[in-house]
């Protein structure tokens, strides 16, 4: 799992039917230096690539999330379904602390 930051959505007028019943957000990853704070103050956006990522635990604008990737993405569904990423987690709270 990895800990992103929802920066947008995505509006489709048409999506298989099989994706039904959930939306899409525009997710950037967060770097382990923003962990610790990434709750309390709005990350900068990092570089690493924004994901769309596949949403049907509620995130919106601003939240931070736990996502998944590749067919762990895939998982929850009964039917092969075609998704890269899904969201699986909203964050209440954060608490990192590095190993020096």
Known sequence: MRIGHVIGRVVMNTQDASLTGAR???????????????????????????????????????????????????????QPTPIDAISVAIFDSIHYQPVS
């Not at 770097?31 to 049907?56: H, M, N, R």
């Open 24 to 78: 899409w957000l525009l997710v950037n990853p967060v770097d382990a230096g923003q962990l610790s704070d990434c709750l309390t103050q709005t990350p900068a956006i990092t570089a690493q690539p924004t994901l769309v990522v596949y949403d049907a635990v509620g995130a919106g604008q601003g939240d931070i999330i736990g996502f998944v990737e590749g067919a762990e993405a895939a998982a929850p569904f009964e």
